[in-house]
């Protein structure tokens, strides 16, 4: 049988939601047991997002092909079972690049090469490959109606339902209805007229999720209706929930996988959601909450670390706690004294994640420095990793000046280095260690504690490396090296055996998170964060007994 396919637009603003709407739906369809596949076409120019500043793009997603991808393939992962790839992200930039290498090539026999066939063919081709294998596939559309990059995108999308039917596409619009205070009255014309902006390219939709933050009356969603040319039951509330992953149930109050079901003609057992109500109940009643600081840049912009903290809420729900974050600026830790640490007291586990260029470095050094003197949970991931080895240098064996060569290529001790397979390589587009990668772990570590195996897969995407030639002095001072590639040629995990938990990996575990399924790293980080809480609490009471029962302040009651 052929796939069906879910086509979702946005409208009025970006930051709707599109993604996790996506995410949603192909979550609730898997719950009555259909497969799903999910893909994002991303309107711009640059060939895939990893050489964009997080500052513009937010976090680059890593597939395990090593695709550097847009963030809500993310959430398709997080929400879905769905096995993601570079096949599953497209920008405009991918799409011309395959165009004109095969018009050099002479594949075009002579034609004038042009956006409608060319472009769109190839658009439409990329979405009936991921779609090979399965009941339901699920396209996004990045970008807003009306934006002129978008437009031969949204052209390939009408031309696949007049290609396959009505049965077999849907069309999903997500536009926002807004309340307007002064008025105290929720506004239907944005609503209206991105409708109108996709009936003029030829696409009339089928469903209308309305982002707001209230529930939609009948008569609103009767008025949407009418104007938008939908059928009423085809008006969904998208409220604003707490927890994204709320989104599923809150959609399926509103029936919209019956509907999908239904106009997709679409046989499909009963809806099982069990496991993600399981999970929103963990959401609104922890037992208790945990605070981790996160010391990193661009920590002011959350979308640069997006699956990392959703990989910590993974890791809280795993221990039915709430999970407080806290993004420490990393320059803010550079005061030159130990005045610093008064703004790293109040964190029951530090974090320090991956990135790129000096900036900050030294602050993140201070962090973990902080972390290993005062046993302070720590987890460092990429080039948190790498900054714990260059401290450890540092600190612990004396090696002044010891760093990665990225930040101080001329110092004396290199403990981070480039990559020997990436020697001689400039170019920055897509030229990073990227992707899964096996890894050993040494029996009796604390790696091996936490997995509880010893070979695990996981992604990847950086540039240096830790330099075995100063494994001997590092190790020697008690710096443990417990994972590395099967051949042993990449260190991929170090941790501190004389540590409650002192952990950094080379490799992303985030990306690998799933809130059914938390990562152990993650997991046993924050549970070891908590046990540092209770712990601090426990001396915290036992010394206000103490103080209590001093003779000379129960004289003075
Ligand atoms: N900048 C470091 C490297 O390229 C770390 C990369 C990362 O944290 N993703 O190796």
Not at 412 to 424: A, D, N
Request: glycine residues 8%; charged residues 25%; contains cysteine.
């Amino acid at each position: 049988m052929s796939a069906k396919y879910i086509f979702v637009t946005g409208g009025v603003v970006s930051s709707l939601g599109k993604g996790l709407a996506a995410a949603s739906i192909g979550c609730l369809l898997e719950s009555r047991g259909l497969t799903v596949n999910l893909m994002k076409f991303d309107p711009y120019l640059n060939v895939d997002p990893g050489t964009m500043s997080p500052f513009q793009h937010g976090e680059v997603f890593v597939t395990d092909d090593g695709a550097e991808t847009d963030l809500d393939l993310g959430h398709y992962e997080r929400f879905t079972h769905a096995k993601l790839s570079r096949d599953n992200n497209w920008t405009t930039g991918r799409i011309y690049e395959q165009i004109i290498a095969k018009e050099r090539r002479g594949d075009y026999l002579g034609k004038t090469v042009q956006v409608i066939p060319h472009v769109t063919n190839e658009i439409k081709a990329a979405m009936k490959k991921v779609a090979q294998d399965v009941d339901v596939a699920i396209i996004e559309i990045g970008g807003t109606v009306g934006d002129i990059e978008s437009l031969p995108f949204i052209e390939a999308i009408r031309q696949m339902r007049q290609e396959l039917g009505r049965e077999h596409t849907l069309f999903m619009h997500v536009t926002l209805v807004p309340f307007i205070a002064a008025a105290q009255e929720l506004k239907t014309k944005p609503t209206q007229h991105s409708v109108k902006e996709l009936l003029s390219v030829g696409i009339q939709p089928d469903i209308l999720l309305c982002r707001t933050d209230r529930f939609l009356a009948k008569e609103i969603k009767s008025k949407i209706a009418l104007f938008c040319n939908v059928g009423e039951e085809a008006v969904i509330t998208a409220k604003d929930v707490a927890s994204i992953y709320e989104v599923p149930l809150v959609f399926s109050r509103e029936g919209v996988d019956t509907l999908v079901l239904k106009y997709l003609h679409l046989e499909a057992g009963e809806r099982n959601l069990a496991a993600w109500e399981e999970i929103v109940h963990r959401v609104y009643n922890p037992k208790d909450e945990v605070t981790i600081g996160i010391v990193g840049k661009y920590v002011e912009y959350e979308d640069s670390y997006k699956s990392l903290k959703e990989a910590l809420v993974h890791g809280a729900l795993a221990h039915n706690l709430k999970l407080n974050v806290n993004w420490v600026e990393a320059e803010g830790l550079e005061t030159g004294d130990q005045s610093y640490e008064a703004q790293l007291e109040d964190y029951d586990g530090l974090l320090v994640p991956g990135g790129f260029g000096k900036r900050g470095i030294a602050g993140m050094l201070n962090a973990i420095r902080y972390a290993r003197e005062k046993k302070v949970p720590y987890f460092g991931i990429c080039l948190g990793m790498q900054t714990a080895c260059i401290e450890f240098a540092r600190d612990v064996c004396g090696l002044a000046g010891a760093n990665s060569s990225e930040f101080d290529p001329a110092t004396p001790h290199r403990v981070i280095y480039k990559l020997r397979e990436l020697r001689g390589v400039e170019e920055l587009g897509g030229t990073m260690r990227l992707g899964a990668w096996p890894c050993r772990l040494e029996p009796g570590t604390l790696a091996h504690k936490i997995y509880g195996k010893l070979e695990i897969s996981e992604r990847h995407r950086h540039r240096y490396e830790f330099n075995r030639e100063y494994e001997e002095m590092l190790t020697a001072a008690g710096l443990r090296i417990s994972g590395s590639t099967p051949d042993g040629t990449y260190v991929e995990i170090v941790e501190l055996p004389d540590h409650p938990h002192f952990i950094g990996c080379q490799f992303h575990p985030e990306f690998k998170s799933k809130p059914l399924e938390p990562h152990p790293l993650f997991r046993t980080f924050v549970g070891a964060s908590y046990e540092h809480k209770l712990k601090r609490r426990a001396q915290r009471e036992a010394a206000e007994v103490e103080m209590f029962h001093r003779p000379e302040k129960v004289g003075r009651r």
